[in-house]
């Protein structure tokens, strides 16, 4: 299943591989955060990962592929039956499609607001308007996040159109092939769409395997490093 989901995502294994470094990147942002969604959580590793790590924390995971929905919460029901009262944090999974403002209004009916969003591996394997849509339903949508909610985006990401190496621009190539739409993003294009929707850069950080971890935060809060 695993395999079979991953296929045509990313390198496989990837996401097992990221789970510590993302959780390591995250961990002073967690720390202040109590309710915490995620887009686009695929298998839920990384959801589970930090769940487990920041018992304090309530996740929100969602996903667009309703197969992957069941696995997510069929694995996160097998885990607690093996380890009774962990992972009572990870709440039901829910279908989320960023470019549906009704599935927006679903949320509403959870237990917000939530003052971080995570994504991972999203922006590259989507048509742009979903980086819109993800920063234009985040800054519009008071009633679901907090006044200084921050929102965590990872994945690759070119500088100023520039690809970090060959790596980057066969894994882009790659992905056009597959969908025109998709692609490798530029990380000022997504910072001015942050900014067009009232976030600000606060930290962009290299990750391992030319990764980057970008934290937005809805606030004046000054930026650490670039
Ligand atoms: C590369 S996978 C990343 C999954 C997981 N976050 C990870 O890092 O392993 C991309 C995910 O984006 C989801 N996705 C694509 N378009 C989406 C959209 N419009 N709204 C929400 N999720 C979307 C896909 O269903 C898929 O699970």
Redesign the pocket.
Known sequence: MEEERQKG??VPGS?DRNKAPISQALSPYLISSSRVLE?????G??ASHLALEHPHLQFQPT???PQ?IHYINDTAADHRQNHSGSLTNLSTAIP????RSSDWDTLSSLNGPFDLVMT???LH??PWT?TQKLFEGVGSRTDLFSGAVKVAIYGPFRRNNVFSGPNDERFDASLRERDVAWGIRDLEAVERVAIDNGFELKEALQMPANNWELIFVRSNSTRKCI
């Open positions: 995502w990313s996401w887009v686009a959580s695929g298998l590793i990384h996903e667009l592929d992957l989320f499609d960023v470019t991972n591996n999203l394997i989507s979903v």
